[in-house]
């Protein structure tokens, strides 16, 4: 992993990382093309009605049994909701607070989802809630590179999106869809964690009838512990590996992923296409193709599909400031 270790050491001699954190910008549904659908208000600015409920700080949730791991640092109710159907693409814009690009590279990134009853999410409190598990993705291998393992949110580093793909078999109503960035460049002491949730309200339609078991379902806090493997991690510059925190992606999503082709879990979409192939120790090959749809398998064995797509939206347009 020399390069993530070189990137920590340009991050202490080039950058003010301790306070280089960020937000969810930008939510687009069924958006890969040059815009985004909803726009996230800038935390603790003056809100817009939004999908995304804004956070008051872009500092990082810090501790697994914070309460602000919910939906982030003091989440408010946003709003709006955001129309979605299952198989939708959701398209996650993380942006560092001056809306430069996300500054962290190193930590997984995941997606859970909790039902808002029968009433639409504006005023839903999700702290009792329970969520199950959507999306998960960490180290994938770098195309461009011999195929070298690279954290996903390397790439948003260098400017991507983050695709997730709706489940296609999702029961229609009133979701929260929870958004994670879990950045562990400070991971190798406990407690150094940083996390970034973000939640969207959202509605589904259609009449598919998938749902998680209560097995699968967790509350936050409680989904994870200061001690998980891939929330404490010494040797996160030395690994290959990683375990992902929280429960397994429910069982009703990946099967169908499996069942029907480029419905998937998650990935990145970058302008270098510098993310596909498969994770280390899987046994999907690593032919570095750069195919538009890319199944690989992740580190439990979760079918994943990796869309690589070029960015045709600049940053410039966002950089006014
Ligand atoms: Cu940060």
């Not at 590279?105 to 999410?121: F, K, Q």
């Amino acid at each position: 992993m020399l390069r993530l270790a070189f990137s920590l050491i340009l991050c202490f001699l080039a950058l003010p990382c301790v306070s280089a954190h960020g937000y969810l910008a930008y939510l687009g549904i069924n958006d890969d093309q040059s815009y985004t659908n909803y726009t996230g208000n800038v935390p603790n600015a003056d809100p817009s009605p939004s999908v995304i409920r804004q956070v008051s700080d872009i500092s990082p949730v810090k501790g697994a049994s914070n309460p602000d791991l919910n939906c982030g640092l003091n989440a408010q109710f946003a709003q709006k909701v955001a129309s979605a159907n299952p198989g939708d693409l959701l398209v996650f814009d993380w942006r560092g607070g001056d809306n430069t690009n996300w500054p962290h590279n190193t930590g997984p990134m995941l997606t859970y989802m909790t039902s808002c009853g029968s009433s639409d999410c504006t005023q839903y409190n999700s702290s009792s809630s329970k969520w199950f598990k959507i999306a998960e993705i960490g180290i994938v291998t770098n195309a461009t590179s011999s195929n070298s393992p690279v954290w996903a949110q390397q790439s948003v580093m260098n400017g991507a999106f983050t695709n997730v793909t709706l489940p296609s078999t999702l029961s229609p109503g009133n979701y929260l869809i929870r958004h994670e960035i879990i950045a562990l460049h400070l991971a190798t002491a406990l407690g150094g964690a940083e996390f970034y949730p973000a939640c969207s309200q959202v509605k589904v339609g259609g009449s598919q009838t998938g749902m998680a078991e209560d097995s699968e379902m967790v509350l936050f806090p409680g989904a994870y512990k200061d001690t998980d493997p891939g929330i404490y991690d010494p040797d996160v510059y030395s690994s290959n590996s990683y375990t992902f925190p929280g429960p397994p992606i429910a069982a009703f999503v990946t099967a169908s992923a499996s069942s029907s082709s480029g419905s998937s879990s998650s990935s990145t979409s970058s302008a270098p296409t510098a993310t596909t192939g498969s994770t280390p120790g899987s046994s999907s090959s690593s032919s570095g193709a750069q195919t538009e749809s890319d199944t690989l398998r992740g580190l439990w064995g979760d079918v994943q599909t990796v869309k690589v797509q070029a960015r045709k939206r600049t940053r410039k347009a966002f950089m006014s400031k």
